[in-house]
C-alpha cells in the first residue's frame, strides 16, 4: 500500500508526523511546488516525500487533509478514482445543512470523488492532539472510523494501529458519520473527545 496526504496545512502535518513516527512512507502535496514545503517535510522525517498533486494522487491511499470546499477541486486530479480509498479527513465546519442536501459531509466527498472509497477518519481531534504520541497511560488514543465500504474501513483500521492508535469502526456514513461531522456551526457528538483505549 502506497499513503499520500493531500494539503500539509495543520492537520496534513500532523498526519506526516504521526507517519514519521513509525516510519512509514508518505508523499505529501498542496497546490504549490513540492520544493516550497520540502524543508517542512524534511524536518518532519525522512519518509515524508513532498509531490506534485498529480504525482501523490498516484498512491493507493490518499488523506484529504484540505479545507471542506476546497476537496472539489482536489477531485479534479483525476478523472476516476476507482481502486483508491480516500480518507476524509475534512470537517464541514459552518457548511449549512442545506449546501450538503441533507447529506453527511462524508457523503458530499466521496460523490466528488468518483469511483473512489471513502473512509471519514483522523478528523475528530484537533491537530495539537492527534500530533502527539497515541500511546497513552498504557493504552491507545481513540480514531473514529465511518465507511459505507467495509473493506475500505478495515485497511483504513488495520493502517491507524500501524500508526499506534486504536482505531473504533462506527458503523456507515449516515450513522457513525453524522457523531463526527459539524451540522452548521454544532459539532457532532464526539468531536473533540479524546478517549483512550485499554486492551
Ligand atoms: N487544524 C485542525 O486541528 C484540524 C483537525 C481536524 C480536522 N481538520 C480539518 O482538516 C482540513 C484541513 O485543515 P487545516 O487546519 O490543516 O487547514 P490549512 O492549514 O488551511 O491547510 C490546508 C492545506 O490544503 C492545501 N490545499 C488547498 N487547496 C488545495 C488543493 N486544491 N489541492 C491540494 N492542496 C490544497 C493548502 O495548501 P496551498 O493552499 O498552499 O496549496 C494547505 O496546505 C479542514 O477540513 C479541517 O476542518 C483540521
Redesign the pocket.
Known sequence: MSYAI?????????LAKTFARKGIEVGV????DPQS?ASVAAAIGRGITPKT?AEAVKADVIF?????H?HT??AK?LPNWQGKIIVD?????GVPDEELGGQPSARVVEQAFTGGKLVKG???????I?AQDPAVHGGKRVVFLTSDDDAAASEIGALAEKLGFAPINLGGLSEGGLLVQAHGNVWGRLIFKDLVKFD
Open positions: 493531500i494539503g500539509f496545512g495543520e492537520i496534513g502535518q500532523t502535496a498542496t497546490t504549490r514545503f498533486l484529504l487533509a484540505v479545507r471542506f476546497q477541486d482536489v486530479a479527513v475534512t470537517n464541514a465546519y483522523f478528523n475528530h481531534l484537533v491537530g495539537s492527534l
